[in-house]
C-alpha cells in the first residue's frame, strides 16, 4: 500500500513537471513567433481594404510631400534624405496590423510604407487602392 501511495505521488509530481514545462515552453514559442511578425521586412504584402484603410486614415493626418525628381518610387528603393519619413501612427497600426513595425512616407498620390531600418520601400499603395 506505501509503495502504491509513491508511485502514484512520484507520478503525480512527474506530470505536474511536464506540464508546467511545456506550458512554460509553449508561452516562449508563442512570444518569439509575436516578435518575429512585428519584425520589418523589406516585403509586405497588404489587401485592397489595408491599403484604403492606410491611405485613408494616414493621408487625414499627414500632408504630403513631393518627391525628388530624380526618385522613382517602387518596391526596393531606398528613400532619400529629402523625404521625410515617420512612424506609422498608431491608430493606423491598430487597424492595420502588418503596418505596426513599418514607417512611411506620403507623396502625392502614393504612400509609401518603408523599413524603418534600411529605409527601402516595401510597398507602394496609389490614391486609388
Not at 23 to 39: G, I, L, P, T, V
Request: proline share 6%; no cysteine.
Amino acid at each position: 500500500m506505501k509503495f502504491q501511495l509513491i508511485t502514484i505521488a512520484t507520478a503525480a509530481a512527474l506530470a505536474s513537471t511536464i506540464g508546467t514545462a511545456s506550458a512554460a515552453e509553449h508561452h516562449a514559442m508563442s512570444k518569439n513567433s509575436q516578435a518575429m511578425q512585428s519584425m520589418p521586412k523589406d516585403s509586405l504584402s497588404l489587401t485592397r481594404v489595408q491599403q484604403r484603410t492606410a491611405w485613408r486614415d494616414i493621408s487625414k493626418q499627414a500632408n504630403s510631400q513631393p518627391a525628388p525628381s530624380n526618385f522613382s518610387a517602387a518596391v526596393g528603393a531606398t528613400v532619400p534624405s529629402d523625404i521625410t519619413i515617420q512612424s506609422v501612427p498608431t491608430k493606423v497600426a491598430s487597424r492595420v496590423s502588418a503596418l505596426k513595425p513599418y514607417d512611411y512616407a506620403l507623396l502625392p498620390d502614393q504612400l509609401l510604407i518603408v523599413n524603418p531600418t534600411d529605409k527601402k520601400v516595401v510597398d507602394v499603395i496609389k490614391h486609388r487602392a
